[in-house]
């Protein structure tokens, strides 16, 4: 008799709370499983304890982060000012957020029909009227704090001053002093020996080192000076910091107002109506005249109607655009990477021979860095377009749906190139080893069954080469993300790498916070095309290696 | 709905007004500028719809620095921009990169400082015990700063100083500034472009925005830029301003408009209207009242501190655009003429300009061979466009935005000779050769070449 195995029996609760852990284990996501199965009700106590260790640790450790970083940033003082804390990175992060809804509202602005536009004007107007109050009572406030702040300021640098004058006085007399002094003693010297002028340079050298010595202690006077009169008080900052806020608003409402009058395209589009209307009407009733002339304007007002009616407010790059072209940036360099790494990978692995050839460049231009290969690509991608404008690729790329609002020109395809060179080799070195590990036996396999070399390639080589190809795609994604901030701050392509050098050649208070913002940015960016990576090679792949972080 | 109506009868009206609105060959333009805070009439002409009104739709793009900015206009990444005056001179006779580059408008008028570390300004304080108190005099002639070249040449160094780029206005007033007090600060011949043979100090090229990071690290000991490069090194600490390009040489024509010559062929009326904008934009910035108060520089700072634009902080760019300057914390002055963008016929391109770059470039050897006087002419007649400018000027004025009066009066585009310099040498653009031949420090020619 066989014995009877009981099966637990598979309720829809248990096959739904499979299907999640098998997504989870997928997309790498395994700190969640045991929250599903604690829903689950299975195993409480250890469900908790996992929990506790791959949920509840790490937010307490990123937590302490931020108590420390908001401790330790104010410590250190800089030229541009102090290290910005967790706070004030998040309030940077808004600044760069409401410049691009400022400047998105203004694109939106100057295309809104009639009905939607004199509403928002009005509410423009409105809110701009209140303005007005809003800054004379900061302009007023700002007098009275500074008023109060100006003695406090005066108490503040006068005793470093003084100080450092009487210091000053002091010791410009007693070096008129000394020097006159020696020079009396220099009259005496015509007449003596060689002991006293020995002994005299003596002196000398002991007045040089007396003067360096009081230069010193002056010079530590003068710095404690310095550093006073740098002092701003931080009420004064906070109210200097509200008048701004209001005046950025103030300049940005002027110009929204503008854009939803009079410099909206339907206002520009009446106006160049009206202007045609004109001239036809002058061309068509006129008796006498110049009817080259009139009709030349004529045909100059209709292409300007048809220009004004298809026109568009040209907007600066903010941050969320120069992400996302980024992001296709460096998805045109992997592209171009993978098909250069993967097929000549393939030929690696599949021979010995070819791979010796290919050994001296893979080891020879691996380790070049990415800021030695963009100037030279960017030189050589100039070559082939003297003139971007009118290239066919850049003019092809014009009509493709999402790249076209994104710009594609030479800097752009020098990066991507860039990201390619640096990308490829990760791809290429895994593809070689995935091919070159595939068990023997599936090759006597495949001679047995006598197939082709494309069968051969399709349904053995890749297939089992496939985990490692993907977790060599997956190291290329990393590296051309990384390569790419630098690729772009130095050829200025429009991108993240773009807005952190503006960011640095700006200097202004905010940009310090500014920059750390973008830390983040591409920090998450990363972590995102990471796991993607991870969500593929899990899916290609049997064995549970190489997915941990 | 009155609102709305209101403003169509205002735009009908105005349309009326621009009855002969110029048909542009482009009419989607890209403008390069660099960040400082004379980038203004073209941010200006965008920001307050100067542009719009010629049916221009323009983006305006930061460039990283001035050769990125030359070769972008040059290969047409870039339409025109914000350009050094020495840049289309340059370009024309092939010094650096040789493409023809034309301007038919001049941006604005001095706006450069010489900022030194404050190491420096210490030690020109010791040798000059007039300039350590809270109000020194000015001008400041390079004469406290020639001990300490002195001593560092007699220990083998030689002190290093920035400027902008080679054949900028900054690396021509550094220079002159410092060979007034006869600092040499070195020739430029074919074998060497960095141009410091005979050199007592080392002048290096660095982006204006990197100048204070520059000056802090100490790769520099000072430096000659336009603003807010200066405003911004007081304002971090990090060095002094001691001198302006105003005590130099008194309204010194500073930045000019720029495109390729292809550009103009091809876009006359584009040009046309380019001009126009800018013309408007730099009255705009010169506007007063009645007591002379410049009264949209305060609007004009806070557009210009805009991160997409200049993005410094609206108080550091207020403190030069506004008609003062800041010399040392104690110290802020006022220069009203810091910045002119509009009067003393400062935004039409003169020949004498051109001529005068031109002697700049041969004294100091960037052109290598001797020129006859005719040559300066032809050179400055090539690259700068008064006709453009004067089409333009005359439109407005037809237009009713420029009165009559505001157009520059000349005959043939050369300003009167001027003693307006920091050593008081004078200058006329009609005799170049004299020129040259008139300074202790520099290359000369021989005197016969100036009846040519």
């Known amino acids: 008799m066989v014995p009877q195995i009981q099966f637990p029996t598979l309720t829809a609760d248990l096959i739904m709370k499979y299907k999640i852990l098998k997504a989870i284990d997928i997309s790498g996501l395994n700190f969640l499983s045991p929250v599903v199965r604690l829903i689950a009700q299975e195993d409480p106590r250890k469900q908790l304890h996992e929990i506790g260790r791959f949920i509840i640790v790490p937010i307490v450790a990123f ?109 410009r ?3 008129i002093n000394r020097e006159n002094s020696l020079k009396e003693k220099a009259a005496l010297l015509a007449t003596q020996g060689t002991d006293a002028r020995i002994a005299y340079l003596a002196r000398i050298r002991e007045n040089a080192v007396t003067t360096e010595q009081e230069k010193e202690q002056l010079k530590l006077l003068k710095t404690t000076y310095t550093e006073a009169q740098t002092k701003t ?57 110049d009817f080259y002339r009139l009709g030349n304007t004529v045909v100059k007002s209709e292409d300007l109607l048809a220009t004004t009616e298809t026109s568009h407010y040209a907007k600066p790059w903010t941050l969320p655009k120069q992400i996302v072209r980024s992001l296709l940036c460096v998805f045109t360099g992997f592209l171009v990477a993978s098909a250069i790494a993967i097929p000549i990978g393939i030929l690696c692995g599949l021979s010995p021979t070819f791979m010796a050839a290919m050994t001296p460049f893979i080891a020879l231009f691996k380790p070049v860095s990415p800021l030695v290969w963009l100037p030279i690509i960017m030189i050589i991608v100039g070559g082939f377009m003297p003139e971007p404008e009118n290239h066919w690729l850049v003019k092809a790329l014009d009509h493709v749906p999402i790249l076209k609002n994104y710009k594609v020109d030479p800097m752009f395809l020098s990066s991507a190139l860039t990201v390619a060179l640096c990308s490829l080799w990760a791809t290429l070195v895994n593809t070689a080893l995935g091919v ?16 082709g070399f494309t069968a051969r390639l399709f349904k053995i080589v890749i297939p089992t080469a496939l985990p490692l190809i993907f977790a060599g795609l997956r190291i290329s994604l990393a590296v051309g993300w990384m390569v790419l901030v630098a690729a772009e701050i130095l050829s200025t392509s429009q991108g993240i790498g773009k807005f952190v050098n503006d960011m640095y050649t700006n200097g202004s208070s905010e940009s310090f916070a500014q920059m750390f913002v973008v830390v983040f940015i591409v920090g998450i960016i990363g972590m995102f095309l990471d796991r993607i990576m991870i969500i593929f090679q899990r899916l290609v792949s049997f064995d549970t290696a190489g997915s941990a972080i | 709905m009155r609102i709305t109506s209101i403003l169509f009868t205002a735009a009908i009206i105005s349309g009326l007004a621009h009855a002969e609105k110029l048909a542009v060959e482009k009419d989607e333009l890209k403008l390069g500028f660099i960040k400082l805070t004379d980038c203004a009439p073209i941010v200006i002409a965008k920001e307050k719809g100067f542009f719009d009104d010629e049916g221009l739709s323009v983006e305006v793009i930061a460039q990283s620095n001035w050769k990125v900015l030359l070769d972008n206009v040059i290969t047409g990444n870039i339409d025109g921009a914000h350009m050094l005056s020495g840049q289309p001179i340059a370009a024309t006779i092939g010094i650096g990169t040789k493409a023809e580059v034309v301007t038919p408008f001049t941006m604005d008028m001095n706006g450069n400082g010489v900022t030194v570390s404050n190491s420096v300004w210490e030690q020109m304080q010791e040798n000059d015990p007039d300039l350590d108190s809270d109000k020194p005099t000015h001008p400041i002639s390079s004469a406290s700063l020639k001990p300490i070249v002195d001593d560092m040449l007699a220990e083998g160094k030689k002190l290093q100083l920035g400027m902008v780029f080679p054949v900028s206005t900054h690396n021509y007033q550094l220079r002159y500034w410092l060979a007034a007090s006869e600092i040499h600060p070195g020739f430029y011949s074919e074998s060497d472009v960095a141009g410091r043979t005979d050199a007592e100090v080392e002048l290096s090229v660095t982006p204006p925005p990197q100048m204070p990071a520059t000056l802090e690290a100490g790769t520099i000991s000072g430096y000659c830029v336009g603003e807010p490069w200066n405003q911004q090194a007081i304002a971090k600490g990090i060095g002094v301003p001691v001198t302006t390009s105003y005590d130099i040489w008194k309204n010194n024509p500073e930045k000019v408009f720029g495109v390729t010559r292809k550009f103009a062929d091809e876009n006359p009326l584009t040009l046309l209207a380019l001009t126009k904008a800018l013309i408007r934009a730099g009255k705009w910035l010169d506007e007063t009242d009645s007591s002379g108060k410049l009264t949209n520089r305060e609007e004009a700072c806070r557009i210009l501190s805009q991160p997409n634009y200049v993005g410094a902080d609206y108080d550091i760019i207020k403190n030069s655009m506004t008609g003062t300057f800041m010399f040392q914390k104690t110290d802020v002055r006022d220069m009203p003429d810091f910045n002119v963008f509009f009067k003393y016929d400062c935004t039409y391109p003169w020949y004498s300009d051109g001529v005068w770059f031109l002697t700049q470039m041969r004294r100091w050897g960037q052109i290598s061979e001797a020129k006859p006087a005719s040559w300066y002419a032809e050179i400055a007649k090539k690259v700068y466009l008064p006709g453009v400018y004067m089409k333009a000027a005359k439109m407005l004025v037809e237009e009713g935005e420029l009165t009559a009066a505001e157009l520059p009066k000349t005959e043939d585009g050369y300003k009167p000779a001027t003693k307006d310099f920091i050593d008081g040498n004078e200058y006329d653009g009609k005799k170049p050769i004299e020129y040259l031949n008139s300074f202790k420090i520099g290359i000369k020619d021989e005197g016969a070449l100036s009846g040519k």
């Open chain 1, 63 to 171: 937590a302490a982060f931020l108590f420390l970083w908001s401790a330790l940033a104010p410590k250190h003082r800089t030229k541009a000012g102090e290290v910005p804390t967790p706070g004030v990175v998040w309030d940077a992060s808004k600044g760069v957020w409401l410049f691009h809804k400022r400047e998105t509202a203004k694109a939106d602005a100057y295309l809104m029909n009639s009905a939607e536009r004199r509403k928002t004007l009005q509410q423009a107007t409105t809110r701009l009227a209140r303005l007005d109050a809003l800054e004379a009572e900061a302009n007023r406030q700002i007098s009275d704090i500074k008023a109060a702040s100006k003695e406090k300021f005066d108490a503040y640098v006068a005793p470093s001053k003084t100080a450092y004058d009487a210091k000053r006085a002091e010791f």
């Open chain 1, 173 to 175: 007399t007693a070096k």
């Open chain 1, 233 to 289: 008080f931080p009420e004064v900052k906070k109210a200097q910091q509200a008048i701004t806020k209001l005046a950025e608003e103030r300049q940005f409402l002027s110009k929204y107002s503008e854009m939803l009058g009079a410099g909206s395209r339907e206002s520009k589009t009446t106006e160049s109506e009206s202007l045609l209307a004109e001239s036809k009407n002058k061309f068509l009733t006129a008796t006498d005249g």
């Open chain 1, 436 to 451: 070159a590990s595939i068990e023997k036996d599936h090759l006597n396999v495949a001679k047995v069954l006598r197939l």
